[in-house]
Each structure stands twice: as C-alpha cells, then as structure tokens.
C-alpha cells in the first residue's frame, strides 16, 4: 500500500544565494538583475494536488513537448481517471483510454510501467521524501521511460531537494555559455565539472540559470508561461461572454 503524501518543505534557504554571489561574479550580477528565484516552485496549475505520483506522470507527458501541449494531454488523462491520476486507477483505464488521451504508443508504455512500479510496491513514490537524492533517481530511473533528467527535475521541483543540478539540460547548458561567455555549448561533463564548486546550493543555481534564459520582465519558466496563457485566456473568455 503507498503512503500518504509527505509534506514537503519549500522554504528557501536564505543563505544560498549569498553564498552562489560570493563564490561566482557572474551570479552576482544575475542575483542583482532577477533576485532570489524560488528553486522549488512546480507550476501545475493545481492539477496533481499532494501526489507525487501525479506529478511523475505530468514529468513523463510532457516529455519533448510544449507545456500547454502537456497540460492537455493531462487533463485528459486526469479526466479519464475520474480525477487526479493515480496509479490503480491509471491501470484501471489501460492503453487505450491514454492513448485516446493523446499520449504516444511510448508515453502510453511509460506511464503504465511507472502505474505498475507503485503498484507491485517496486517503488514508493509517495514516501520518496524519506530517501537520498541518489536512492531517489536509483529508484526512478529502474522504470522505463523515466531518465535522469526527469528524475533531477523531480528532485527539485516535487522534493524540493537543495543541491541537484541536471548537468545535460539544454537550458542550463545555454544559459552557462552565455553567462561564462563560451565559445561553444558546454558538454553535460563540462557541465557536472564546473558546477560541483557550487554544493550544496546547485538546485539555487539551476534556478538562477534558468531564470537567466528570459528577460526579468518575463517568466523563464515554461510551465509557468502556459499558466500565464490558459489564465489570459480565461480572462479574455469570461470578458467576451459578458459582453454578449
């Protein structure tokens, strides 16, 4: 039987930051353009609740596809399972009810192997609060369709863990040669070498670089930007009926 949701603690270390812009100029000045960005925010818009679960399977949607494209999909896995997803009532669907969702014949595959894994208790993902971040992607990255990226990114934004810094994501690989002025995009290696000097805080750089990738009048993140559009949409669509 899985476990209850943990809490998880969000809060921001109010010493990170300090201590990123004294070892490095170069977050000095980013801190000085974007401030403190919260390493741990997950934008999902209220759609996977307390379940860990749920936001595993929002990571494995949207897999190489645009956000609001994941937010869709989704819901309508969501709607199919009668609420917010979970792993008896995924394998209670089946194939064809995700893949009439929208999901490929490979996210399909994915999402019941990750069904089947809290199922048959090979993991626990509701109690994965209590492991190290090394067991955590240990666990993760054992059911197909889930790699290291999805397994750092669930460590920051699902468990809020201080130093994870996914070294092969693109957006960390531009944003370090821009702001070291490389000549050419850092190799995921390049990337795991010059960032170890940055433990115990690589989840507030990741953060900071991020946030790097879009002007400071501007969301960087991408999930959050489809928030902000389904939200103006929202508001266009109630503004248009009222004037009907």
């Known amino acids: ?20 812009g004294r070892r490095e100029p170069v977050f000095d000045r980013l801190i000085a353009i974007y401030g403190h960005p919260a390493p741990f925010d997950w934008h999902d818009g209220g759609r996977t609740g307390t379940s860990q679960f749920a936001a595993m399977l929002l990571h494995i949607v949207g897999q190489q596809i645009s956000a609001a494209v994941a937010f869709h999909v989704y819901d309508r896995v969501a709607a199919a399972c009668g609420g917010i997803p979970s792993a008896k009532a995924i394998l209670s669907v089946g194939a064809p009810a995700l893949r009439a969702a929208g999901l490929s014949r490979a996210k399909v595959s994915y999402v019941l192997a990750l069904a089947e894994a809290q199922s048959n208790g090979a993991i626990d993902i509701e109690a994965m609060s209590d492991l190290d971040d090394g067991a955590v992607i240990e666990g993760l990255t054992a059911i197909r369709g889930i790699g290291l990226w999805s397994a750092q ?33 850092p190799s995921p290696h390049e990337v795991q070498t010059r960032t170890a000097k940055w433990a115990p805080y ?31 949409a929202s508001t266009s669509a109630s503004t248009g009926n009222r004037h009907r």
């Open 202 to 232: 690589r989840s507030y750089a990741a953060a900071l670089l991020w946030r790097s990738l879009a002007p400071a009048n501007e969301e960087s993140d991408p999930k959050a930007r489809a928030l902000a559009a389904e939200a103006a």
């Open 1 to 20: 039987m899985a476990s209850k949701p943990a809490v998880i603690d969000r809060s921001v270390d109010p010493h990170a930051y300090l201590d990123l």
């Open 153 to 185: 990114t669930f460590l920051i934004h699902n468990l809020a863990r201080p130093d994870v810094l996914p070294a092969a994501d693109l957006g960390i690989r531009r944003a370090i040669a821009a702001q070291w002025r490389l000549k050419d995009l």
